[in-house]
C-alpha cells in the first residue's frame, strides 16, 4: 500500500484500546498492523493544522489545532472548544482533568473538562504567557511533574508554569 500521507509525516503517534492513530498538519489516520507492516485503515481529513493529540480516557482523543480542539470518538470528529485557541503546539491532561495547551505564540491555557456530558465540554480556567527569549522561542512540549506541576519546554529553555499545582 502506498504511504497515507504522500509526503507529509506524523506529527504524534497514539493508541485507544487496541487501535493506534497518527496525527499529520491535516489529518487523522487510523492505523492497522498486521504481518506486512503499518497499514492506513481510514483517513479523517481535518479542517485546518493541528499538532497535537492526546488521548482522554481509552475511547477519546483530544486534538489541538490551530483555532479550536477536537474530539475525536466512535470514528467521529467534534469541536470540543474554540475558546481562546490560537496555535496549539502541544497538549497534556493533568490528574484533576485540566487539559493544558502550550502554543506557537507562547499561550498556556487550562481548560477544566466535564467529561460526564454528552459531549464533553471544556471552558478555559487558567491562562498564562510562556516566557520566551527570543522572536525563534516557543512553547515546544510540556508535561505534568511528580508535584502535580505543569513543566513546559520551549525551543530555548523550560520552565515551570505557575499553575494550581505549583
Not at 67 to 80: A, V
Not at 119 to 130: D, L
Not at 157 to 164: A, E, M
Request: glycine share 10%; proline share 5%; aromatic share 8%.
Amino acid at each position: 500500500m502506498e504511504a497515507p500521507l504522500e509526503d507529509e509525516y506524523f506529527l504524534k503517534l497514539t493508541g485507544l484500546k487496541k487501535e493506534y492513530f497518527g496525527l499529520s498538519l491535516k489529518k487523522l489516520v487510523a492505523l492497522q498492523t498486521g504481518s506486512t507492516g503499518i497499514t492506513a485503515r481510514k483517513i479523517f481529513p481535518l479542517p485546518m493544522h493541528f499538532r497535537s493529540m492526546i488521548s482522554l480516557g481509552d475511547d477519546k482523543l483530544l486534538l489541538g489545532g490551530d483555532s479550536c480542539i477536537l474530539l475525536f470518538q466512535e470514528g467521529k470528529l467534534s469541536t470540543l472548544t474554540k475558546e481562546n485557541v490560537h496555535l496549539i503546539s502541544c497538549m497534556v491532561l493533568d490528574p484533576s482533568a485540566v487539559l493544558w495547551t502550550g502554543s506557537l505564540d507562547n499561550n498556556i491555557f487550562g481548560y477544566s473538562l466535564d467529561t460526564k456530558l454528552s459531549p464533553p465540554a471544556a471552558r478555559v480556567a487558567f491562562r498564562y504567557k510562556g516566557r520566551a527569549t527570543g522572536p525563534e522561542d516557543y512553547i515546544k512540549c510540556m508535561t505534568v511533574d511528580h508535584r502535580q506541576r505543569i513543566v513546559y519546554g520551549m525551543s530555548q529553555k523550560r520552565h515551570l508554569c505557575p499553575g494550581p499545582g505549583s
